[in-house]
């Protein structure tokens, strides 16, 4: 008879024995906040799509950049809304685009703090695709050779970390050999390896006015009921070169997320994306629910499930409640 010896509540009894046996501490070290930049001067621009998110322009970025550093989160995650769209989405590596004007303005103000960068066309092409396309369909090598080119020229901006996000077959190969010829020894790729053609990307992609003009990413990106191929994808980024591995949304995807911490030794970032973020937005201004409290079971569990790093919109309203 294991009860009354065994009586699970007695380590509940009270917030110091809950805190003495509680086993997953979130940290603001791990947290990577994401902004988004845009052609223009002192932008501070309301996002409708995202509560408490803005657009900035690459001088105001700065303050921005400032204040995440300030708040202790070790990182950012930058996209940028170019000034226009073209075929190739030729300014996605523009010398002074507007994230590579960013990043070297952050690097300069805040040299601290970790600039990672987002790498892909779909804000950039008129197409809204992540790629090239050839007769209406991704024309993947093609479009290896362009995010490489982007890549480089992040890492000539001073970015610590590049980010492709696009799911082309074989792009951290590219990138990271053409880093490697160029002498960015040293500049990290974090891989968007298991990124699935999710229904939770829509606030952002109003906020990166970067919805597809036709069609969905479901030929590029994962079938949202697949896990093995996770595995396979995140094994291959490894071989071609990626430092982090990122797993892409968090909450629908925990078990991926657990899968690869067994399996992978090398740090695991999950992606709390812009739907999971608004769903609790939405549902606290509804009064449903407490958001501080909903927020930090909601970052806690990506952590328990195996996340090294975890990026959030809520990395700021966060740091703030780790802190305290
Ligand atoms: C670009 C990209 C997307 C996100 C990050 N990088 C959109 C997409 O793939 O459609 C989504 C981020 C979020 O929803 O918070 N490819």
């Given at each position: 008879m294991s009860f009354p010896n065994n009586r699970m509540q007695r380590l509940r009894t009270s917030e110091s024995m809950r805190r003495f046996v509680r086993q997953t501490a979130l940290s603001v070290d791990n947290l990577v906040y994401p902004l988004f930049v845009k052609d223009g001067k002192g932008l501070k621009e309301p996002i409708e799509s995202m509560t408490d998110c803005f657009h900035f322009s690459p001088d105001?970025?700065?303050?921005e950049a400032e204040q995440v550093a300030k708040a202790g989160i070790p990182a950012v995650i930058l996209f940028g809304l170019p000034k226009k769209k073209d075929e190739i989405g030729s300014l996605a590596w523009a010398e002074n685009g507007v994230v590579q004007q960013a990043i070297r303005e952050i690097k300069k103000a805040v040299p601290q703090l970790l600039v990672?960068?987002?790498?892909?066309?779909?804000?950039?092409?008129?197409s809204g695709h992540c790629g090239m396309l050839k007769d209406n369909k991704i024309d993947n090598d093609s479009t290896c050779e362009l995010l490489a080119k982007v890549a480089l020229s992040h890492a000539y901006a001073g970015a610590d970390?590049?980010?492709?996000?696009?799911?082309?077959?074989?792009?951290?190969?590219?990138?990271?050999?053409?880093?490697?010829?160029n002498g960015f020894h040293d500049t990290a790729i974090m891989a968007y390896s298991a990124k699935y053609a999710s229904a939770f990307y829509g606030p952002f992609r109003d906020?990166?006015?970067?919805?597809?003009?036709?069609?969905?990413?479901?030929?590029?990106q994962m079938d949202t009921a697949n896990s093995d191929q996770a595995m396979q994808e995140i094994a291959l980024d490894i071989e071609e070169g990626t430092d982090i591995v990122m797993i892409k949304p968090a909450l629908c995807f925990l078990d991926i997320i657990y899968r690869a911490k067994q399996r992978f030794d090398c740090p695991i970032a999950a992606y709390n994306v812009s739907g999971e973020y608004m769903m609790l937005n939405v549902a606290a201004q509804a009064g449903l629910l407490d958001k501080k409290s909903a927020m930090l079971e909601?970052?806690?569990?990506?952590?328990?499930?195996?996340?090294?790093?975890?990026?959030?919109?809520?990395?700021?309203?966060?740091?703030?409640?780790?802190?305290?």
């Open positions: 105001t970025i700065v303050r990672i960068t987002d790498v892909c066309l779909c804000a950039y092409t008129r970390i590049v980010a492709p996000s696009d799911m082309m077959d074989g792009r951290v190969g590219y990138i990271r050999q053409c880093l490697e010829k906020a990166a006015d970067s919805a597809p003009a036709f069609g969905d990413r479901k030929s590029y909601m970052l806690c569990s990506i952590k328990r499930a195996g996340a090294d790093i975890i990026i959030t919109y809520f990395a700021r309203e966060a740091a703030k409640l780790l802190k305290s």
